[in-house]
């Protein structure tokens, strides 16, 4: 009996240590799956180049290096944004950035997408356009969101110290603008002279109840989508809505443009005092690329004629017509 207990003595010991070694073996197994996932899916943070921590420098901002690019991070960690409100912690999509990567004769390229509230837009967008900086989108990510954020598509090429230095100043505005208080349209004051309107812009609008518009198409472009004519009638054109008084007027408009001529109507946009609210496509595989932007504007009504004039003739120089076609 002790003999046969024995055995089965040994015999539940030699059990119980194959179960731990399989469960040893096993849960090395597991781990060796994990690092070869990791190793897989991740890619690991480099040593940042000389260059690359002057810009971080530059600039005051955190960021790494990873597969050939610097990300510096322009996180907007000031704002308790909520959508429908629901809080939505920065990670969830308010993360700013700027990125550069080496071209192939060893300068940069850089691109960035900027979180800014309403009344930082046209402040950063001078910033950066006064300093080299292209703009190359904006707008929204979210709806329903508390304050309203929108989000602005940066672009620019040189050396990397040279881009930092560009940049700066319109990352230093951010989160330093201090909103302006609206002012209610004044009451009474003449009509708008339309004619006049007419005249400075060199086209001839339409009234529609309070609004008066000028409509001019980009028939410059010749553009064609099966065969089809695509004229002003069909979306590619660039306008002006007016309305108000001559002394206190309102303008909203659209300017249909060329990728070349993105840069040089913002910045006479903004020199003339109108923000700029919108820059998208509103037509997908057409030849040429067209750009819209939308713009608004308050004051006397000439002088807003005038800044939309003077983004009229940003457009068509110096370019053949554009044959297009699917």
């Keep these: 009996m002790v003999d046969v207990g024995h055995r089965i003595l040994i015999f539940e010991t030699k059990n ?3 179960q731990t070694m399989l469960r040893f073996i096993s849960g090395m197994l597991l781990l060796c799956n994990a690092v070869v996932v990791f190793a897989a899916t991740s890619t690991p943070a480099q040593t940042v180049p000389s260059e690359y921590e002057e810009v971080l420098k530059t600039l005051d901002k955190k960021g790494d290096f990873k597969a050939g690019v610097l990300k510096v991070n322009i996180p907007r960690n000031d704002l308790r944004i909520t959508l429908q409100g629901f809080p939505t912690p920065t990670p969830f999509g308010f993360g700013g950035w700027i990125a550069l990567t080496k071209t192939a004769n060893g300068s940069e390229v850089m691109m960035g997408d900027l979180v800014l509230l309403q009344d930082e837009i046209n402040p950063v967008m001078s910033a950066l356009l006064d300093n080299g900086i292209e703009v190359t989108a904006l707008h929204n990510h979210f709806l329903w969101d508390e304050p309203r954020v929108y989000f602005m598509h940066v ?14 100043p319109g990352l230093d505005v951010i989160g330093h603008v201090t909103s302006a208080a609206a002012t209610p349209a004044s009451s009474g004051g003449a009509p708008l002279d339309t004619q006049k309107l007419a005249n400075i812009i060199g086209h001839e609008g339409e009234q529609s109840g309070a609004v008066y518009k000028i409509t001019v198409g980009r028939d410059d472009l010749k553009m064609k989508e099966h065969g089809a004519i695509i004229n002003a009638r069909m979306g590619l054109n660039t306008w002006a809505a007016f309305t108000g008084s001559h002394e206190d007027a309102a303008i909203a408009g659209d300017v249909a443009m060329l990728e070349n001529e993105v840069t040089p109507v913002l910045k006479v946009l903004r020199r003339n005092g109108l923000d700029v609210v919108a820059i998208h496509h509103h037509m997908v595989e057409v030849t040429p690329m067209v750009i819209f932007l939308h713009y608004w504007g308050r004051g006397p009504a000439e002088k807003l004629a005038t800044g ?6 940003q457009l068509g120089k110096g370019s053949d017509a554009h044959e297009a076609g699917r």
């Design 155 to 168: 672009h620019g090429t040189g050396k990397a110290a040279d881009l930092a230095k560009r940049v700066k």
């Design 308 to 313: 939309f004039k003077e983004a009229l003739d």
């Design 16 to 18: 119980d240590w194959s």
